[in-house]
């Protein structure tokens, strides 16, 4: 989810690696979920590996808004970015609400991506900080997914009432500490907005894929629901 003037291929192509790989997995619990064909794999491939992919996703986040800003410097705009994406997440908090209300994704990454860019503008200016407010949110975050509280009014944070159960959750802690050391990995690679290494090789079908990634992740679950429908899956008769 990168919004740049001039696009570095080696960012959409890590991010076209992620997004192939959240397909995956994304579709493996579809099929699941509905009963249709379930994937071995065991606790790595349904806990760790979607977190790890997720985890890249969130770290070119911000490693992508440091490069932006510091060719924009332009608040405003990092602002209605971070909106529009928030938006985009509270529109699916709305369809899953609706349509699969017992796994309602209240605070899934594009909540936390939308937020992580607006509060991004508090820490921009600095360096050192921003790596250790991210180590702050990790070490902080990792110690609250322990407790749970009576309210679900803190999801957002991280703290979860007891038998809370979601499709897609990525709390502010620790996942902002994620975005944060993106951003410090924006900020060192790519100073005032350009790179300061050398890299030649690049994956051009990597790069369309990762170039489109938001409207890829908005899209391929009702692909596959619509497929799915095709060949004669009630999907919602559990």
């Not at 397909?23 to 606790?43: M, P, Q, R, S």
């Not at 937020?115 to 921009?124: G, M, Q």
Request: charged letters at 15%; aromatic letters at 20%.
């Amino acid at each position: 989810m990168v919004f740049m003037q001039k696009r570095f291929w080696e960012i959409d192509a890590l991010r076209g690696i992620a997004v192939i790989l959240m397909v995956i997995f994304n579709y493996a619990f579809t099929l699941k979920y509905f009963h249709v064909f379930e994937a071995g794999g065991g606790e790595l491939f349904w806990f760790y590996f979607p977190r790890a992919v997720a985890g890249v996703f969130i770290f070119l986040a911000g490693l992508s808004l440091a490069i932006s800003y510091a060719r924009r410097k332009d608040a405003r705009y990092v602002v209605k970015r971070g909106l529009w994406i928030f938006l985009i997440g509270i529109a699916i908090t709305l369809v899953t609400f609706f349509v699969v209300p017992q796994g309602t994704i209240y605070f899934g990454i594009l909540h936390l991506i939308g937020l992580s860019i607006i509060l991004s503008l508090l820490l921009i200016k600095f360096d050192r900080l921003i790596l250790f407010a991210g180590a702050l949110f990790i070490i902080v975050g990792n110690y609250i997914t322990t407790l749970t509280v009576k309210t679900p009014y803190l999801l957002w944070l991280g703290l979860m009432p007891e038998n809370f159960y979601t499709f897609d959750y990525f709390p502010l802690l620790p996942w902002f500490g994620l975005f944060l050391f993106g951003m410090y990995a924006g900020k060192l690679l790519y100073k005032n907005g350009k790179r300061i290494y050398r890299i030649k090789e690049r994956n051009p079908f990597l790069c369309r894929i990762g170039g489109h990634s938001l409207v890829i992740y908005i899209i391929h679950q009702p692909i596959l629901i619509a497929i799915l429908y095709l060949f004669g899956y009630n999907l919602f008769i559990l």
